[in-house]
């Protein structure tokens, strides 16, 4: 009966200061996911309102700004037709070049 209770002593305080910081990490994280949604809502609406007043340049904004995203990423071969190449088009393959270096340095 005496190692119960001693038992009993010790786990149920531990279990409630558990339960204390689960509830409280919980509370954290609702206030925080309210201020980013809040944060997230306030930039919005400060976007309609940019949209609002100037759509034809706000739209053409978020064009080149989408452009701009894929394109970083793209490989891209800039041909030049007005050059002295004769029709003649050098290319250097520096993505493979590239990768080959990368691979060849991890091992």
Not at 80 to 91: K, L, Q
């Amino acid at each position: 009966r005496n190692e119960a209770l001693a038992y009993r002593n010790d786990i149920v305080p531990r279990a409630k200061g558990e339960a204390a910081r689960m509830v409280q990490n919980a509370e954290a994280e609702r206030e925080k996911q309210i201020k980013e949604a809040d944060g997230q809502a306030q930039r919005f609406l400060a976007f309609y309102e940019t949209y609002r007043q100037s759509k034809d340049i706000t739209s053409q904004r978020l064009y080149l700004e989408a452009l701009q995203e894929v394109l970083s990423k793209a490989n891209k071969v800039i041909l030049d037709e007005n050059g002295e190449g004769g029709g003649v088009v050098p290319y250097l393959p520096l993505p493979e070049i590239q990768r080959r270096l990368n691979d060849g340095g991890n091992r």
